[in-house]
């Protein structure tokens, strides 16, 4: 199949960067393997968004790990919406689950993780980790399994 007819509108054009929050920026391309099982994995190492009480600059490493249905998410719309975060206040949680969140339902894959690596702000940092499992399915007890066995190592 030809990438041609995916109609992708970001990928090989100028890049124009969001000033908030904008899932609208995501965008999917047709799995060429929905019959595989397989990983990809994505590490946005220079995450950025804001506190929503002080406003200051939470830094993070956010590690996305997925195995897709039918349709995948392209990678320069993905970098793009992870970037619109930047000016964007909210909890280092909501900012993983939201991710979390918006891929689902963009491109309702069988099985994702999203893991924040914060460094440390006031000596703490917080790793956040939300997972989802297409209902129904194998992938669903996989979720409860592996957020079950999720550990406290960092990048585990």
Not at 8 to 21: R, V
Not at 29 to 34: L, Y
Not at 69 to 82: A, D, Q, T, W
Not at 93 to 106: A, F, P, S
């Amino acid at each position: 199949m030809s990438r041609e007819n995916e109609h992708l509108q970001l990928l090989g054009k100028e890049t124009q960067y969001a000033n908030n929050y904008d899932p609208s920026l995501l965008e999917t391309f047709q799995n060429q393997h929905p019959d595989n099982d397989y990983w990809v994995q994505f590490n946005c190492p220079e995450f950025t968004t804001l506190c929503p009480i002080t406003g200051q600059p939470d830094f993070a490493e956010i590690k996305i790990l997925y195995m897709p249905g039918e349709r995948m998410v392209e990678s320069k719309s993905l970098k793009l919406y992870l970037f619109s975060f930047r000016n964007h206040g909210d909890f280092h949680e909501d900012c993983v689950n939201t991710i979390m969140k918006d891929l689902v339902r963009l491109m309702n894959p069988k099985y994702i993780e999203v893991l924040g690596l914060f460094l440390p702000r006031g000596g703490i940092s917080i790793y956040p980790y939300a997972n989802y499992g297409r209902l129904g399915t194998k992938y669903e007890e996989m979720a409860r399994q592996r957020l079950m066995n999720h550990g406290f190592q960092k990048g585990e």
